[in-house]
């Protein structure tokens, strides 16, 4: 069920301003402001008051989009609704896969695309060579599940190509008006600032003046954290949270070992794609709640874990996360080729049990939103005699493959984890946002999962 997005009021659209002059700009969209309801009356507004988040944009994709016509929500790096839907339109009209998600081949053809209109002397609309845009308030965006709760201040970072000219920023202000609470307005202040990585990294001491004083600080890296990036340890360094979203990795093994050297060196770490796999955490934990179910945990000696194909975050942290828990110490990992990614892991448990696990990447005709979710997962003993099997699939069909294997028959627990919408980035961020601080069994599961692939690198 798709929620109604609410209609947002603009207070300030995007606004050019100098370096110099930002807090002062702010200050005065705050202090010269209105909107005339029904009455007459001015609705109380209130300004940033809870947090700041800094969210890193790794590419210019909102700015290309815009360039081209295509987007008209605010440039913030936030990977929206409509940015997503733009992107689809253009791998649509290109004959790419249509991912909503910014590929490398969709850059580059938004790059081309921008490039032919430049040469032809068409006004660029992003922004970037003096003009401006104006973005469709009433559109939904990503922000806004932040804005409805909380009034706050997004500063955005947006790293581009090209000649380093220096920086430029934008100041903004947008609030979410609800009937039912119409006489007042919850807003969200945005500064955006626009240059390559090193004008970026050159302006840090102003971008960290900006993070509200006294006030929780987030810190969303929306590339592979690297402490030898000079703007990402100094903003690391000052924020309750580091928050990233593995699912988006393209290097699963060696930037999973990155968050680990992250963690190791006392950063504290939200990964948003550790939050999807809460339904399956839950239902394996419920499975094993009875006396009896407990004591079999003791059991299990098999672990098959089915993936979407292309990215294996989600069933390395889940393995991670399952070996943390039970105290198995990984003694082995391999790797296979072939039409599925198998992954196969042996472990020693506590009373020197041996625990084989295999991860597989299947090939599905229609991929979730999600890259890499988790689909099929069983726990089973080579132990007739041992009621510990456990069967938990995704609502889709997801157990068929672990069916024709026997998993049916070797379980004796089903499940199924229902696909819910807090899948979605902008869910898990507003929520994400309401705690901070170190995640002890976020941390515990990573180290587990970093031991296995340590062992793999060796090889």
């Given amino acids: 069920m798709t929620s109604q997005a609410s209609t947002i009021f603009s207070l300030q659209a995007p606004k050019d301003v100098s370096l110099t002059d930002i807090e002062a700009e702010l200050s005065q969209i705050w202090q010269s402001y209105g909107i005339a309801g029904e009455d007459g009356a001015l609705p109380a507004a209130t300004r940033a008051t809870t947090f700041t988040l800094v969210v890193y944009e790794p590419e210019e994709t909102q700015y290309l989009l815009a360039g081209l016509g295509l987007y008209k929500g605010p440039i913030d790096g936030i990977l929206g609704p409509q940015t ?104 969200c202040e945005y500064i955006t600032f626009t240059g390559t990585a090193a004008a970026l990294e050159r302006v840090g001491g102003m971008i960290q003046a900006l993070l509200i004083g006294g006030l929780p600080k987030f810190l969303w890296w929306k590339a592979t954290p690297d402490l030898n990036n000079g703007l990402f340890k100094r903003l690391s360094a000052v924020c309750n949270n580091v928050i990233v979203d593995s699912c988006y990795f393209n290097k699963s093994e060696t930037d999973l070992l990155n968050l680990q050297q992250l963690v190791e060196s ?19 934990a419920e499975a094993y709640d009875p006396p009896q179910r407990r004591a079999a945990l003791v059991e299990i000696d098999r672990v098959n874990i089915d993936y979407e194909k292309g990215n294996s975050v989600q069933a390395l942290m889940f393995l991670g996360w399952l070996a943390s828990r039970l105290e198995w110490h990984p003694v082995s990992y391999q790797k296979e080729s072939g039409d599925y990614d198998i992954t196969k892991i042996q472990f020693l448990a506590q009373n020197q049990r041996q625990i084989e696990a295999e991860l597989a990447g299947v090939p599905v005709g229609d991929a979730g939103d999600i890259p890499g979710d988790l689909i099929a997962l069983r726990l089973s003993s080579t132990n007739p005699e041992a009621n510990c099997g456990t069967l938990i699939c995704s609502e889709t069909g997801g157990c068929m493959r672990m069916e024709t294997q026997g998993g049916a028959q070797a379980s004796g627990v089903f499940r199924q984890v229902t696909s819910l919408s807090e899948q979605k980035a902008e869910v898990l961020l507003s929520q994400q946002v309401q705690r901070w601080g170190h995640e002890a069994l976020f941390e515990e599961g990573l180290a587990l999962t970093a031991q296995m692939l340590k062992l793999g690198a060796k090889r």
């Fill in 266 to 284: 006392d950063i504290p770490l939200a990964d948003l794609n550790w939050r999807r796999l809460s339904g399956w955490q839950e239902l394996t």
């Fill in 84 to 187: 997503q839907a733009a992107l689809r339109e253009v791998q649509k009209t290109h004959g790419l896969t249509e991912t909503g998600i910014a590929t490398e081949e969709t850059l580059a053809v938004l790059r081309q695309e921008l490039s032919k209109r430049q040469s032809n002397g068409a006004t660029v609309q992003n922004g970037s060579n003096g003009g401006s845009y104006a973005p469709d308030a009433s559109s939904p965006r990503i922000a806004d599940e932040i804005a409805i709760r909380n009034p706050c201040r997004i500063i955005a970072l947006s790293p581009i190509g090209g000649e380093d000219v220096g920086v430029t920023a934008q100041v903004s202000a947008y609030c979410p008006i609800q009937k039912q609470s119409a006489s007042a307005l919850v807003c």
